[in-house]
């Protein structure tokens, strides 16, 4: 990852230590797909951000621990048009099957000149280790291990029977994590009425780490190491700027 991180930046050299570097003080944001807001909550400890949060998965919404300002939405963003100086939607586009219809929306209500800090999965070597794909390439071995982790029920509610239209985290009609080249972001960026401007990105081993964490062997890899893989290369994941047009 090539961006410097500020003194009071509360992240590492991820997606969020990222985005926080962009954010301008006293500007008005929107981070789409907050999840649990650990993010936007950060942010607004650190800097002086109007920052509000949206989310479709509405059992997440409502577990809500940072107690900020977060609206459950199915399709229309819930704002009016040119309302944001910042968008943020970090890891998420990739869960999502019309991609376009959400990039329409997003520069909707971003005001003219606005920014877009957008983050993906990267392609590379290593992207066919990607757990998120696991229940859609081995759907009975995933489901096994599942159900033996957690509970049939369980399983049902988050993977067969999900009322917020997912599968796990996955849009039901995407069916797939994807992964992103430079070039395939910048066009879909394009086609949407912005400009990428900018593009960083970390780590070459995370997915093997990941692989390793789950697999309980992950303290043979030390903390430094994982910072240095983050810090030194730009492969796993890919950090992009863009400005409405």
């Excluded at 300002?69 to 990739?94: A, G, M, R, Y």
């Excluded at 390439?137 to 509970?151: A, C, D, M, R, V």
Aim: hydrophobic share 35%; net charge positive.
């Amino acid at each position: 990852m090539q961006t410097c991180l500020s003194s009071n930046n509360p992240f590492s050299y991820d997606r969020y230590g990222y985005a926080f570097e962009h954010l301008a003080d006293k500007s008005k944001c929107l981070d789409y797909g907050c999840y649990d807001a650990m993010f936007l909550h950060k942010c607004k400890e650190k800097k002086a951000l109007n920052y509000i949060g949206i989310d479709k998965n509405k059992d997440i919404v409502l577990q809500n621990p940072y107690k900020e300002q977060i609206f459950v939405f199915e399709d229309k963003i819930p704002f009016t048009d040119n309302e944001f100086d910042c968008v943020t939607i970090l890891d998420v586009i990739e869960h999502i099957y019309d991609q376009d219809k959400v990039l329409k929306e997003i520069s909707r209500v971003l005001k003219k000149d606005g920014l877009l800090i957008i983050t993906v999965p990267k392609k590379n070597i290593f992207s066919f280790l990607d757990l998120g794909n696991f229940k859609f390439t081995f759907p009975t071995l995933h489901k096994y291990f599942y159900i033996l982790q957690h509970s049939r029920k369980e399983y049902n509610y988050r993977y067969i029977n999900n009322p917020n239209g997912l599968i796990g985290d996955v849009e039901r009609e995407k069916r797939w994590h994807q992964h992103f080249s430079e070039i395939e972001l910048k066009d879909l960026l394009e086609n949407n009425s912005f400009i990428l401007e900018e593009c960083d990105g970390s780590c070459l081993f995370q997915r093997v780490f990941i692989i390793l964490d789950q697999l309980k062997l992950g303290k043979i890899i030390p903390n430094k190491l994982r910072v240095v893989d983050a810090k030194k290369f730009r492969a796993s994941n890919l950090f992009c700027k863009a400005k409405k047009i």
